[in-house]
């Protein structure tokens, strides 16, 4: 999965909001593909059982249940995982009037451990660049 990715940086808030698992808002940078294309978006929120991320309407986006290969970049080069997902919910952002961007959720599912290891380094690195950076 050779896809640019836009990678705007910013503080991370942390979200629990009464779910399972926190969300970690971060941007970041995150490459789906699906039926052999790719779209490349940006990270809402991550937690360690799935993902937000927002896309252009415009591209040839995955539907509901499909499954998703990901490429994750979040925090800088250092930080890229790959994941395997599927798609269980697609809105319209809440916080934008455009009607050119699409919400895509994708739940990670079952991680080998090797993934699940990475995605929980990446996620302790994230918290503690959010202390310094407070």
Do not use: C, W
């Not at 994941?83 to 809440?94: K, L, M």
């Amino acid at each position: 999965m050779n896809a640019p990715l836009n990678n705007r940086l910013a503080p991370i808030e942390v979200l629990s909001e009464g779910r399972r698992y926190q969300r970690f808002v971060k941007e970041g940078a995150v490459a789906l593909t699906s039926r052999g294309q790719t779209v490349t978006g940006n990270i809402v929120n991550l937690s360690v059982s799935g993902l937000l991320a927002i896309f252009s309407s415009k591209d040839p986006l995955p539907g509901m249940s499909e499954a998703v290969d990901m490429r994750l970049e979040a925090g800088g080069k250092d930080n890229i995982l790959e994941f395997h997902g599927t798609v269980v919910r697609i809105q319209v952002p809440r916080e934008y009037g455009q009607q050119d961007l699409i919400e895509i959720a994708v739940n990670f599912g079952e991680l080998l451990p090797a993934a699940k290891h990475g995605l929980q380094k990446l996620i302790k690195y994230l918290l503690v660049k959010a202390i310094r950076y407070k």
